[in-house]
Every structure is written in C-alpha cells, then in structure tokens.
C-alpha cells in the first residue's frame, strides 16, 4: 500500500507565527526541525501499519523546508519550489490514500496563520464549491481517485476538512487562540497523537471516498485588489467579473484549472501598493 504525505508548516505543533514559517526568520531553523520530526512520526506509523512505500512532498513556501538528512530513512521526498502540481505534485492513481499534514485553515476565517497560498487572495472556488488548500488539493488528489484520509492542524482545520471530506480523521495538535496566538500540544505529544490518527485514518480508510472534481471545472479566484486581479487577468483564457475582483477560468479538468491557479498566483505576486 502507497501512501502520499503533502506536508505543510502552519500546522505544525506549536508553531503560532510568521516568525517560525519564514525563512528570514529567528524561529525558522527551530521550526524546521519540528516539522521534520512532526512527519516522521507520521511516516513511522504508515509503515508500522501496513504502508509500503510512503512519498513526502514537502508543500510549504518555497518547499525545501524538510530536512532530508532527518528524514525517516525509508521515505522518499519531493523538495524544491518549480512543482507542475505544488502542493499535490506526484500524487497519482497507484496511492491508496493521502495525508496532508500541517495545514491551516482558508482565507478569512479563523485559525492560525490562516491563508489561501498568498495572502492577495479573497476566496477560491471551484464551480459553486469555496475551498482553501485543503479543498484544492483534495480535488486535484479526487482527481486520481484518492481520497484524503487524514488532515492535522489546529482545530480551525479540523472543522473545514470535516465540512468537505466526510470521514475524513483529523488530529487537532493545537488549538486556535487567535491568528497569530496557539495553545499546543508539545511536539512529542503531538507527534504520539498523529501515530494514534494515522493507524485509525488507514484502517478507516474504506469509508472515505475521494472528493471527486467537476469534469469541467470553472475556477474563480477572488484577489484582495483589483490590481492582483488585474495581474493574474494577464493569463490568457480568464476574464474579471465585472464590478468584482474575481477573475475566472473554465478549465478541461481539475489539472488544468489547478496549474492555471498556480499561473494566477505567480502574477499576482507582482502586485503593489497592496
């Protein structure tokens, strides 16, 4: 049995701030040696659980955080920032279920270091369907028709993962005091609760299905600012609704409409005065 880690960094146990997720940052190195530790503990169980093969895409930032040489020495791992798929890149058909671990809740709610990607973005849909990175990345990972059984994060995460994926495990390794403030397990704590929640997501893993894209997905992504949307409208095939900041692509399937979603937040990086 194939497994797939995407493992992001806001989620973290007691990681409460941009301080530990920048890489300019005083708390980064710290912060690093956490989240390595946080996935193999993840790793460990898949393995002491009937997983054979366990790929570890590293899905935070510029994606070079995890340290290899930390690393359980029996995953493999994808690192580096040009990804054709970021967060979900070489998941495929052959795995039988997906972790995301570390992840934070959308743009606009509460929950810790909470974004979309970027912080220019507003709100992401696909079709009628408002998601954050834990929605898209289960679509395009429903894609190849794996589900997502397990999510960790904070409990802001835990409630958005549940409201799309149902029976979907989640492992609450803090709590949300405020965007920037956490209330957390230590990382040994958190990293015996994640054992406990892997062997429960693989053995749960038959009831859940995965989040299955539209085959004809329109994407709308809502910037913060006109000229954020201004930019990613410079991605042939997309138009801005008008009157809004919404710009907006109809895509052949959810790969396209993922990668055209990288394009647009990759121009709208270039955005001033925000």
Request: aromatic content about 6%; charged content about 20%.
């Amino acid at each position: 049995m194939k497994l797939y880690l995407s493992v992001d960094m806001e989620g973290i146990s007691g990681l409460p701030d941009q301080t530990f997720v920048s890489a300019s940052m005083g708390n980064y190195e710290r912060a690093r040696k956490i989240m390595t530790q946080e996935a193999n503990y993840v790793i460990e169980a898949a393995f002491n659980n009937g997983c054979s093969d366990v790929l570890v895409n590293d899905s935070h930032s510029k994606m070079n955080n995890l340290l290899i040489d930390e690393l359980h020495p029996d995953a493999q791992l994808i690192s580096g920032g040009v990804k054709k798929y970021s967060m979900v890149h070489g998941i495929d058909e052959g795995y039988a279920g997906a972790m995301f671990i570390g992840y934070h809740s959308r743009a606009g709610m509460p929950g810790v270091m909470s974004h979309s990607m970027i912080h220019m973005i507003r709100n992401i849909y696909v079709d009628d369907l408002l998601v954050g990175e834990i929605g898209m990345n289960a679509l395009v990972s429903g894609y190849h028709g794996v589900p997502v059984l397990l999510v960790s994060g904070d409990d802001e995460t835990a409630k958005e993962a549940k409201a799309l994926i149902p029976n979907v495990t989640t492992a609450v390794v803090k709590e949300a005091v405020s965007r920037s403030t956490t209330k957390s397990l230590t990382p040994k704590k958190a990293g015996e609760l994640l054992q406990k929640k892997v062997k429960q997501a693989l053995e749960n893993r038959q009831h859940v299905k995965p989040l299955v894209p539209p085959e004809n997905p329109t994407l709308k992504v809502e910037f913060v600012n006109f000229g954020a949307a201004e930019l990613a409208h410079m991605m042939p095939g997309t138009k801005i609704i008008p009157g809004t900041t919404i710009v907006e692509f109809k895509a052949k399937d959810m790969l396209e409409a993922y990668r055209a979603f990288l394009v647009m937040i990759e121009l709208a990086h270039g955005t001033q005065y925000a």
